[in-house]
T-cell receptor, first 112, second 113 residues
Framework: SAVISQKPSRDICQRGTSLTIQCQVD?????MFWYRQQPGQSLTLIAT?????????ESGFVIDKFPISRPNLTFSTLTVSNMSPEDSSIYLC?????????FGPGTRLTVL | GENVEQHPSTLSVQEGDSAVIKCTYS??????FPWYKQELGKRPQLIID?????GEKKDQRIAVTLNKTAKHFSLHITETQPEDSAVYFC????????????FGGGTRVLVKP
């Protein structure tokens, strides 16, 4: 499987600001995904990021709030914009390897 | 879209006993069913998966069974050990490239020594 890293691992931010999370993979992958995991909850898909095309967002998530970039086959970013305390969560990227998904270590975001 | 229900939400077992977690799904086109284990503060890790052309799969103390007719699948952990304590998530997808995973709500397993 691929080795996946995320930056930052955690951050504490003020409401109204934005944070960009980076996801780096050591191999070229076609599909990358971004998930949110609220405290004590399951994983909810935010969007699918395919290189060379616009990200596909799930119901309840919009590009203005969670813009995503996918400039190449090993890298993606997720920005959490105009943050509020409700955005406090763990954000995870995952990559598709075969038909299986493998997860990055996550970014723990706290919004004050 | 797909909906995955997972039960129970919490499970406490004595070390050495077996643990069973059950999931049901709604999309009859789903044909790939992975299970993830998430220890506290860590990423979800794939522990076993099963595809719809197989009814059962084993890997040491872990097994997964699938009943496509009833649209349910289960995770079985035998001879549980304290290190099995974690949150377990089932998921379902249509299995083709780019198909998204839909996750169950998770089961918190506590193995008591």
């Amino acid at each position: 499987s691929a080795v996946i890293s995320q930056k930052p691992s955690r951050d504490i931010c003020q409401r109204g600001t934005s944070l960009t999370i980076q996801c780096q993979v050591d191999s070229q992958v076609t599909m990358m995904f971004w998930y949110r995991q609220q405290p004590g909850q399951s994983l909810t898909l935010i969007a699918t990021a395919n290189q060379g095309s616009e990200a596909t967002y799930e119901s309840g998530f919009v590009i203005d709030k969670f813009p995503i970039s996918r400039p190449n086959l090993t890298f993606s970013t997720l920005t959490v914009s105009n943050m509020s305390p409700e955005d406090s969560s763990i954000y995870l990227c995952s990559v598709e390897w075969g038909d299986t998904q493998y997860f990055g270590p996550g970014t723990r975001l706290t919004v004050l | 879209g797909e909906n995955v229900e997972q039960h129970p939400s919490t499970l406490s077992v004595q070390e050495g006993d077996s643990a069973v977690i059950k999931c049901t799904y709604s999309d009859s086109a789903s044909n790939y069913f992975p299970w993830y284990k998430q220890e506290l503060g860590k990423r979800p890790q794939l522990i076993i998966d099963i595809r719809s052309n197989v009814g059962e799969k084993k890997d040491q103390r872990i097994a997964v069974t699938l009943n496509k007719t009833a649209k349910h699948f289960s995770l079985h952990i035998t001879e549980t050990q304290p290190e099995d304590s974690a949150v377990y998530f089932c998921a379902a997808s249509r299995g083709a490239a780019g198909n998204k995973l839909t996750f169950g709500g998770g089961t918190r397993v506590l193995v008591k020594p």
